[in-house]
């Protein structure tokens, strides 16, 4: 009996390639997707009008809470927040003896705003209005592993993965490249005129 | 068919050979952005913005939006600066940020004392890799520029290719239809239950 054939590093190099490149598939659409939103970016608002990524009124309400002279402007935000049902990922604009907090919670398919207005005992809430490239853009953003949210650390864990990825694709390209050798001078022109733009790009604008 | 496979190979190939620069600028900056905490320390701290010169000059300031710019675009080139740069009017200061991967520089034009600030901000070679990746769009002139935020659609849409070639690749190698479904399906199912909580 022949003992199994061990894969050489050429076939294990490829087929990391592939898989992680399978994996990261839904991101990568997401991140092309943005690109193109981003670098077009007064176009498409022209396709919104003026309605693009703004925030509509949801509510006013009175707000009575009694926090501790020591309680940070996120610890506040953080308490708001489930006091309305929109625990999760947030950021928080202001100081806790400013009279007034804004927080903003990203969840990821959509946006509030609640601006806090602490000696008037109010809340004022928005919601940002949907639309694709909004969505898009929100999920390029959306990175780092400072939110204390699980879902959150596996997103920027995600956002790691897809570095390592394109690393991993780079020089595996590289390796399977090297092995095509009727692709080699065609190659290496190309990877020159590359290097060859980029740098002119660097060194001018 | 076998020519169809060797297209999508070849393609596939040499947009990875092209934009090697620009995987490396995305791939090493979105690292900074991630672990941003860790990469303060290495960015330009402050004074961000160091003085280069300042003079009076008599400048008036056109109220509309393209003759304000148009207006600043002259400024500068009368003091020797150029590039893609955007100019905005607040209160009694104009100020004028022009882009530069390597040297921004800022002028901010005082309507009251009528003075002219000319300052250059501090830069790591960090700061220029976060300046590469957000660098976009064409709403500058100049070839250079325009050429820039055409390398940066041909990413965005080289990255739907691969994936488009990729896939096709990976269906005509039926020895890893099981994994790879496994690795599509799972990417989906984790994108898919993020999308839900986060």
Sequence with gaps: ?205 | MKNANLLFRRTHLYLGLLLIPWLLVYALSTFVFNHGEHFRAYRAAEPLWLPLWEKDYAFEAPSDVAGLRAAAQRLLKDHGLSGAFAARRQGQRLNINVQNFWHPRRVTYDFTTKKLRAEERRSTALDVLVRLHERTGYNQGGLLNKLWAFVVDLFCVATLVWIGTGLYLWWKLSATRTWGWLALGGGLATLLALLATL
Excluded at chain 1, 32 to 52: C, E, I, P, Q
Excluded at chain 1, 165 to 181: A, D, P, Q, R, Y
């Design chain 1, 1 to 205: 009996m022949n003992p199994a054939p061990t894969p050489s590093a050429s076939k294990i190099i490829r087929r990391v390639h592939l898989y992680l490149a399978l994996f990261l598939t839904p991101w990568m659409i997401i991140y092309a997707l943005s690109g193109l939103v981003l670098n077009h970016g007064d176009l498409v608002r022209g396709w919104y009008g003026g309605k693009f990524s703004d925030f509509e009124k949801l509510e006013e309400r009175p707000y009575t809470a009694a926090f501790s002279a020591d309680a940070t402007a996120r610890l506040i935000g953080a308490q708001v927040l489930a006091d309305l049902d929109l625990a999760g990922t947030f950021q928080v604009q202001g100081t806790p003896t400013q009279p007034k907090l804004v927080i903003t919670r990203n969840a990821a398919l959509t946006a509030h705003r609640i601006t806090y207005f602490r000696t008037e005992n109010r809340l004022l809430i928005e919601k940002q209005s949907l639309s694709t490239p909004v969505i898009l853009n929100r999920l390029h953003f959306r990175h780092g592993y400072e939110q204390p949210f699980v879902s959150a650390k596996i997103w920027g864990f995600v956002v790691d993965l897809a570095v390592v990825g394109l690393l991993f694709w780079v020089v595996s390209g590289i390796w399977m490249w090297w092995e095509i050798k009727p692709a080699r001078t065609t190659g290496a022109v190309v990877a020159l005129c590359g290097f060859a733009v980029f740098g002119l790009l660097l060194a001018t604008i």
